[in-house]
């Protein structure tokens, strides 16, 4: 039995969408005609899944919340002693949005065919990362599924909570620094110009201030669409450059020596390592295994390539933790903690720990960044303005004075 999204008229004439279950394409149409609609379109989900994977652009996808939200209730339903088909269907009845229902009926159907979760979560790779079925295989194999879930639902909601913490954390530095630029932006091609035309006929030489603020009234007027654009070109081929492996991994290693950004750099992808190394430890993947699919969810390319030279230096009788060492990216209080986790026993306990250390400590460091960033901005500003008070003022003090 499949999963099949129909597009379908009712009675009144009205376009109709959903997700019906049956043998076949034919039954769900026959189904259809019963309740009084006449389908439209008709496609079995998985195979709709292959489609948007092969096209350009994925369409309909799940949000890290909603995978979030997906993953606590099918691991609270799973431990509750729920078969897992019925638990998937529950999940599925539950969300109010359409594509969500879809994928879970859809692994549901795979289910119902005999194959494992972890199968089933495989047909929609785009949705269930290959960490998440590794770790659904893992609980499987070893038959403690509701446990696995528990932790695999803590892991997404404690990497969406992080994600929303850095979105929230920048978001106002953000907005200042364009309205700082906006407003010294206006005052430089509006205020001044509509000003200075009070000097234009007072033959006197003007303060080298305000000849210098004229002059670059004057270029941001007749030069401000060129350099928009030129600005654009100039991001657009960044951007380009960006999808060359050579010139990202330079870029790359670029962050992780620079002062400001390779503490940030190295320890938000440490953290990530840890934390997807420890869930995966913890349900039972093999180190090597592990190791391999928590590099693929660094960002930094230098640091993934890391993972996989130590994850080799392993497979020949390295420990993780001198591994990882050799490569001098990774912070040396993780690699304590990896050491100790190593000979104590405990390795995901202690890679636990490491991901929840270093996450205290990226969120402290954006604090301080943050905190230090938004006076520094305004006091920039503070100064831009004064300068062209000042450039204004200057004249018109000196114009009092001659005339007293």
Do not use: C
Request: proline content about 4%; hydrophobic content about 45%; cysteine-free.
């Amino acid at each position: 039995m499949g999963a099949y999204e129909y597009t379908a008229l009712d009675a009144g004439g009205r376009q109709r969408k959903g997700v019906l279950e049956g043998d076949t394409a034919r039954q769900v149409r026959q189904m259809l005609r019963e309740k009084g609609m006449i389908p439209l379109n008709l496609g079995e989900v998985v195979r709709q899944e292959g489609k948007q994977r092969r096209g350009p652009v994925l369409r309909g996808g799940v949000s890290a919340t909603d995978l979030a939200v997906v993953t606590r209730q099918l691991a609270t339903l799973v431990r509750s002693g729920l078969p897992l088909e019925e638990a998937l269907t529950t999940v599925g009845e539950q969300t109010e949005k359409p594509r969500l229902k879809s994928l879970m009926l859809g692994v549901r159907s795979r289910v119902l065919e005999g194959r494992s979760l972890a199968d089933g979560l495989a047909d929609f790779p785009s949705v269930f990362p290959e960490l998440y079925r590794a770790t659904v295989a893992a609980g499987e194999q070893s038959g403690h599924l509701d446990v696995v879930l528990e932790r695999l639902a803590d892991y997404t909601e404690k990497r969406q909570q992080m994600r929303q913490k850095m979105t929230l954390a920048l978001l106002y530095p953000t907005l200042l620094t364009f309205v700082a630029l906006a407003v010294v932006g206006l005052l430089l091609t509006y205020v001044v110009p509509q000003v200075v035309q009070v000097f234009e006929n007072v033959g006197r030489e003007l303060p080298w201030l305000t000849t210098a603020l004229i002059a670059l009234s004057d270029f941001l007027i007749d030069n401000g669409v060129l350099l928009l654009l030129a600005g654009g070109i100039v991001g657009f081929s960044f951007w380009r450059l960006l999808k060359r492996p050579t010139f990202r991994y330079r870029f790359h290693q670029f962050l992780l020596r620079a002062p400001l950004s390779h503490r940030l750099v190295r320890g938000l992808n440490t953290g990530r390592f840890a934390r997807t190394f420890s869930i995966l430890a913890a349900s039972g993947v093999p180190v090597l295994e592990g190791m391999r699919i928590s590099a693929q969810v660094l960002s930094n390319i230098p640091m993934r390539s890391a993972v996989d030279k130590a994850s080799e230096r392993v497979r020949e009788g390295s420990s993780i933790s001198r591994a990882l060492e050799s490569s001098g990216l990774f912070p040396p209080l993780t690699l304590h903690l990896i050491a100790s986790g190593e000979s104590s026993g405990r390795l995901e306990e202690m890679l636990e720990r490491a991901a929840d250390n270093q996450e205290r400590e990226m969120e402290t460091l954006i604090a301080v960044l943050m905190g230090v960033f938004e006076p520094v901005l305004l006091l920039a500003m503070g100064g831009v303005v004064l300068i062209i008070v000042l450039a204004i003022l200057v004249p018109i003090l000196e114009l009092n004075q001659l005339v007293m």
